[in-house]
């Protein structure tokens, strides 16, 4: 299925207005960003609802406190049970994500549970319960996830990534928090937490697929029950490394070494976005070559092995390459790598990148195959450009890239990289 979509792409490149999203409407109201993609050939209905509650509203002592209250309201009871099981028995699904500068949402149903289920959701989003008993479970449920996440070694490579790249404030602070200072969040905290930043100011909703099934007014009511205004962005000041070496060293329960690099990069409104994502296929290919991936392993496992992953949407965009050291010797592996890249952004590439190109169109074009990934980019794109258009535009942007733009990047973003190895904790 996926060389057939990647063909697709590929023999499609010249003519994309094919693969243009859906008809989209992007409005505004009440300092709302609302965006509907209908698709009347899907059998589900996705929406996503972004709040200006993220990392950048913590204080550098209430690291997690973003996800507890967005946890504390799936631990909510609706109808006498916690929403995430509420909305589960009615046929649906409900999640979330912090990120540095917000919280989303994300809930998805069939179009004919989905009134029952969105109407769950919303009740409890304009009404969270933040007893002791809930921000418990919560509580419990974010430590289950920072445990499961600290045995991921590319998570926690970001993860310190993230920390040493942030611009002196708490943007670079772990998403879920950490157990010893989630235990020191308190009930009262996350109701403040609430009470203070879950505003409709800056606030987005973006719902893709069966559209008509929940009509207009549902959608609205999702931010319509938050409070109207802005919040500032808590400004806080982290000290940078100092260092000569821009190298971090972690160790946990893994098997082998990996190695993590993360260099900055263009956000989407940039001319190099195209270029950028071009260069990640480029470097995807590159690092797999390099790492000698056995061909008894699956493209699948190999994607989660060796790659390379572009965060356009961060406040700090950023583009990562990781490699597992299992797959082949750490040492060699890791170092051929790193001067490859140097290697790259140095000299002058020659050839044609078509292959690249296509590479890129498709795999972009898989990764926004799901409706959680479309209504986000729909989000991220109609919050930066004001269309929600997003494949159109990529599509062209990657097309339009040439061996000299590529050049131009690699040049510019992958000069200066910080270097994560995750270890084992023996060994």
């Known amino acids: 299925m996926r060389f057939v979509l990647a063909l697709l792409v590929a023999i499609a490149v010249t003519s994309l207005p094919a693969?243009?999203?859906?008809?989209?409407?992007?409005?505004?109201?009440?300092?709302?960003?609302?965006?509907?993609?209908?698709?009347?050939?899907?059998?589900?209905?996705?929406v996503e609802l972004a709040?200006?509650?993220?990392?950048?509203?913590?204080?550098?002592s209430q690291s997690g406190l973003a996800a507890l209250t967005a946890e504390s309201i799936l631990h909510t009871p609706v109808s006498g049970v916690p929403l995430d099981q509420a909305i589960a028995a009615r046929g649906g699904s409900v999640s979330y994500t912090i990120e540095p500068t917000g919280v989303r949402f994300y809930v998805e149903a069939l179009a004919t549970d989905a009134p029952a289920v969105f109407d769950a959701f919303a009740t409890a989003l304009a009404a969270p319960d933040f007893s002791g008993a809930t921000v418990a479970a919560a509580r419990?449920?974010?430590?289950?996830?920072?445990?499961?996440?600290?045995?991921?070694?590319?998570?926690?490579?970001?993860?310190?990534?993230?920390?040493?790249?942030?611009?002196?404030?708490?943007?670079?602070?772990?998403?879920?928090?950490?157990?010893?200072?989630?235990?020191?969040?308190?009930?009262?905290?996350?109701?403040?937490?609430?009470?203070?930043?879950?505003?409709?100011g800056g606030a987005s909703i973006s719902a893709v697929g069966r559209v008509d099934?929940?009509?207009?007014?549902?959608i609205a009511r999702l931010a319509a029950d938050l409070p109207q205004g802005t919040t500032p962005v808590v400004k806080t000041r982290v000290n940078g490394l100092i260092s000569s070496h821009r190298e971090l060293v972690a160790r946990r329960d893994v098997n082998a070494p990996w190695l993590v690099v993360q260099y900055s990069a263009p956000s989407i409104t940039s001319s190099d976005y195209g270029p950028m994502l071009v260069l990640a296929a480029f470097l995807r290919?590159?690092?797999?070559?390099?790492?000698?991936?056995?061909?008894?392993?699956?493209?699948?496992?190999?994607?989660?092995?060796?790659?390379?992953?572009?965060?356009?949407?961060?406040?700090?965009?950023?583009?990562?390459?990781?490699?597992?050291?299992?797959?082949?010797?750490?040492?060699?592996?890791?170092?051929?790598?790193?001067?490859?890249?140097?290697?790259?952004?140095?000299t002058r590439l020659e050839g044609s990148i078509e292959q690249f190109k296509r590479i890129a169109a498709g795999d972009f074009a898989i990764g926004a195959s799901t409706l959680q990934s479309r209504a986000r980019l729909a989000g991220i794109f109609?919050?930066?450009?004001?269309?929600?258009?997003?494949?159109?535009?990529?599509?062209?942007?990657?097309?339009?890239?040439?061996?000299?733009?590529?050049?131009?990047?690699?040049?510019?973003?992958?000069?200066?990289?910080?270097?994560a190895l995750v270890l084992p904790r023996s060994g």
């Open 285 to 346: 290919r590159t690092l797999g070559d390099i790492a000698e991936i056995p061909g008894t392993i699956s493209p699948t496992a190999a994607s989660g092995a060796v790659g390379a992953l572009y965060d356009y949407d961060s406040t700090q965009a950023s583009l990562v390459l990781y490699i597992d050291g299992s797959i082949g010797e750490p040492g060699r592996t890791f170092g051929t790598a790193l001067s490859v890249v140097n290697v790259l952004s140095a």
């Open 19 to 46: 693969l243009a999203t859906p008809p989209s409407s992007v409005t505004r109201e009440g300092g709302v960003t609302v965006v509907t993609q209908s698709d009347p050939s899907a059998a589900l209905v996705g």
């Open 51 to 60: 709040v200006a509650a993220g990392l950048n509203r913590q204080q550098l």
């Open 213 to 218: 099934a929940l009509g207009a007014q549902t």
């Open 382 to 419: 109609a919050r930066r450009t004001g269309s929600a258009d997003y494949l159109d535009a990529t599509l062209r942007a990657i097309s339009a890239t040439t061996p000299a733009d590529l050049q131009r990047v690699a040049r510019r973003y992958l000069a200066r990289p910080t270097i």
């Open 140 to 200: 419990d449920a974010l430590m289950r996830r920072i445990g499961n996440e600290q045995r991921q070694p590319l998570a926690v490579g970001v993860e310190m990534l993230d920390l040493a790249q942030s611009a002196g404030n708490n943007t670079g602070m772990p998403m879920l928090g950490t157990p010893a200072s989630l235990v020191q969040l308190s009930p009262s905290a996350a109701s403040a937490f609430y009470r203070a930043f879950y505003r409709r």
